[in-house]
C-alpha cells in the first residue's frame, strides 16, 4: 500500500526531530504497522458489527486494545521504550479527543449502534460502518501517535514522560492536528486496502 501524504509528513518530521536512533527503514516500517493494525481493525469491527445493538461499544473497546497494541509496535519499529500504562493512557486519550473533535464520527458510531437493531439490511449497514470507523480511527491514532512523540523529542529531546502531563499533551496534538484532513486520508486509505483485497478471508 502507497502512504498517505499527512502520515509520510509526520514521519519525516520524527525523523527530524531525532535522528539518532530513528532511521529511513524503521520509518517504512512504522508505515507499514499502522496500516496493519488500521486493516486489523476493520476486520474487528467486521465482526463485532453481526452483534445486534452491542456491536458497536464492542468495536469501541477493540479499537482501543488495537490502538495500544499498534503503539507497542510502532515503538518496537523504532526501537523505543515506553511503558505499558502511558500507551493504555494515550490510546484512550486519542479516540476520546478523536471522537470529541469530530461530530461525523459520533453521528457514523451512534448510527451503527441504531441500525443494528434493524434485520437484514440494518446488520449490514452496521457492519459496515464499524469496520470503517474501525480503520480510520485507528489510522488516525497512529499518525496522532507519531505527532505526540514529535512533539515530545522537540521539547525535550528525549522520550522521559515522568514530568510531563500526557493527556494534556495528547489533547493538544490532536487539538494542533487537522482531524478532518486526517480522516480524509484515513478514508483513503481504507479504500485502497479494500482494493487490494486485504479485508478479504485468507483460504
Not at 47 to 66: D, E, F, I, K, M
Not at 73 to 99: Q, W
Request: glycine share 10%; with cysteine.
Amino acid at each position: 500500500m502507497s502512504v498517505g501524504h499527512l502520515l509520510a509528513h509526520a514521519l519525516r518530521a520524527l525523523e527530524e526531530a531525532q535522528k539518532d536512533y530513528i532511521r529511513k527503514e524503521k520509518l517504512e516500517a512504522v508505515a507499514d504497522t499502522i496500516q496493519g493494525c488500521s486493516v486489523a481493525a476493520a476486520i474487528a469491527g467486521v465482526g463485532s458489527g453481526w452483534l445486534p445493538g452491542a456491536g458497536s461499544l464492542v468495536a469501541t473497546g477493540v479499537w482501543v486494545a488495537t490502538i495500544w497494541g499498534m503503539y507497542i509496535k510502532v515503538n518496537y519499529d523504532l526501537g523505543i521504550k515506553i511503558k505499558d500504562n502511558i500507551l493504555k493512557t494515550l490510546a484512550s486519550a486519542f479516540l476520546t479527543n478523536i471522537i470529541a473533535s469530530f461530530g461525523a464520527l459520533i453521528l457514523a458510531y451512534v448510527a451503527a449502534f441504531v441500525i443494528s437493531f434493524i434485520p437484514g439490511f440494518g446488520t449490514m449497514g452496521a457492519v459496515a460502518v464499524d469496520g470503517f470507523l474501525g480503520y480510520i480511527t485507528v489510522y488516525a491514532s497512529g499518525l496522532l501517535y507519531i505527532r505526540f512523540l514529535t512533539k515530545v523529542l522537540k521539547a525535550k529531546g528525549n522520550l522521559d514522560f515522568s514530568d510531563m502531563d500526557i493527556k494534556a499533551i495528547a489533547k493538544e496534538t490532536v487539538k494542533e492536528s487537522n482531524v478532518k484532513e486526517i480522516l480524509k486520508e484515513g478514508k483513503a486509505s481504507f479504500k485502497e486496502a479494500k482494493k487490494e483485497g486485504k479485508f478479504k478471508k485468507k483460504e
